[in-house]
């Protein structure tokens, strides 16, 4: 049955400076191109398993969308706030705590760190921490060392 999901899709206001970002800024493959249609598509992470499409509309019909790359949980946890960074992105937790570092959801687990794209839309790097969820009936999301904590008890 349902195995994964494929592609999602995105309106942005300008597709070049949109293709600039999802293939230069963040990496992405592009595949396709389609001025007529004003689209462009990206392979996520290895071809043909995960796509993104983006389609110009005029700014008042783009609704702001979130979805979340998948990364390696090492990855995020060391490298990924240097790598917005180094990009001139800003990034963001729910720690409140004034930090841009990642934060975990304990339910999952999974560690993680936001972001935007230039049109609004909220991005997200999330990886799957090894080990059992943890609902918490006070905190669903802690930093890192506050979940390897947890985790040992």
């Known amino acids: 049955m349902i195995k994964g999901l494929f592609e999602t899709h995105l309106y942005v206001e300008n597709l070049e400076r949109s293709i600039d970002f999802y293939g230069k800024t963040l990496e992405l493959k592009q595949c396709y191109y389609e001025d007529d249609r004003r689209a462009a598509f990206f392979w996520i992470g290895k071809e043909k398993q995960s796509m993104l499409g983006l389609w110009e509309k005029p700014k008042e019909e783009i609704d702001i969308r979130h979805f979340a790359f998948e990364c390696e949980p090492e990855w995020i946890l060391n490298e990924s706030v ?4 180094s990009r001139n992105l800003k990034c963001r937790n729910f720690l409140r705590d004034g930090t841009e570092r990642p934060m975990v959801f304990v339910w999952m687990p999974a560690i993680s760190i936001y972001f935007d794209d230039p049109d609004g839309h909220s991005l997200e790097f999330i990886g799957i921490l ?15 060392e506050e979940w390897l904590k947890i985790k040992q008890e």
């Open 82 to 85: 240097n790598y917005l960074k």
């Open 130 to 144: 090894q080990g059992k969820s943890t609902p918490q009936k006070e905190k669903i999301v802690v930093s890192y």
